[in-house]
């Protein structure tokens, strides 16, 4: 069975502008997304095409400044966009949101000259972006990293490999997290690496559960060489960018995880209103309705939540638990409402014939990425108690 658009969301936006916006990305989804979701996803398509089509649209790069050809957009706006998409195809709404955070050094920490070279094409010259800090044996703790960045001249020298990297493999740019001085958090800096550069190279993508059409590998870096111009922010403060990079990061895998839901919802409501049993629909049997009420109820917390998150981030105001909080309770809440989707569904919903099974092995994924929820509990038990003791 062909996935369906998604139920329109009624939405509290802040201007006309934004209105339009989300009438321009809903035009888009219906047309270009949805029509071909779960064909592409099943064989392993990347849809390089739509993202293009999205760039030309002014839509990887909504919520940085105008001057370098963003779109000036709130996160609150920004998100709800990323919402809008995931809901059709996470690959795209999950991609969206990758390319955002690997602008973010240099949109961030960059200087006006690196502003004024490189953003132009991040944003919105159809270029793709991908985000590089995990490794093979670093993950949670990203200060191990082991990746090393060594001055040569005027150049720096990467080796090392990367590991989990969406778009691994086929991004134009990579924002690179390597070891340049000691040990710890202190010795990491952040680089910007063209895609074609001499030494960089993918491993075979992943095989894994879910979003099989967006790419995750490897990355080895043999001898990498860039110039000085490319290391951004100041030698030892690429921990510190990662990180101002994750809070925002972590709201996109909210905005995310909640359309993914909102979907899995939509799915399951126009079944249960459908499918008939006992001589009515499922949907008048109290414990189906009861099922879909706490769905519902868990997608518009979790909307509210981000929301909230990115308000406070739009307001320049500090908003890293709320991002923890965001992350969690999205991701989490789009765990259950995708499994009781299935539920609903019955027998179909563990086939592939309905989008449900594949809301469901998505949805597992957001758990995991951008920080587990298990760092992101202790993310907010620490600015609730402090650091542990040791």
Known sequence: MPDRAPRTVERQLPTEESKDLLALVRDIVEREIVPTAAEEEEAGHFPRETFTLLSESGLLGLPYDSEHGGGDQPYEVYLQVLEELAAARLTIGLGVSVHSLACHAVAAYGTPDQGAKHLPVMLGGGLLGAYCLSEPSSGSDAASLRTKAVRDGDDWVITGTKAWITHGGIADFYTVLARTGGEGAGGISAFLVPGDSDGLAAAVPEKKMGMKGSPTAQLHFDGVRIGDDRRIGDEGQGFAIALSALDSGRLGIAACAVGVAQAALDEAVEYATGRRQFGRPIADFQGL????????????????????????????????????MAKLFCTDAAMQVTTDAVQVLGGYGYTADFPAERYMREAKVLQIVEGTNQIQRM??????????TR
Do not use: C, K, N, W
């Open 289 to 324: 309705r009861f099922m879909l009420a706490d769905m519902a109820t868990r997608i518009e917390a979790g909307r509210a939540l981000y929301l909230a998150a990115a308000r406070l981030r739009d307001a320049g105001l500090p908003f890293s638990r709320q991002a923890a």
């Open 379 to 388: 993310v907010i038990a620490r600015h609730l108690a402090g650091p542990e």
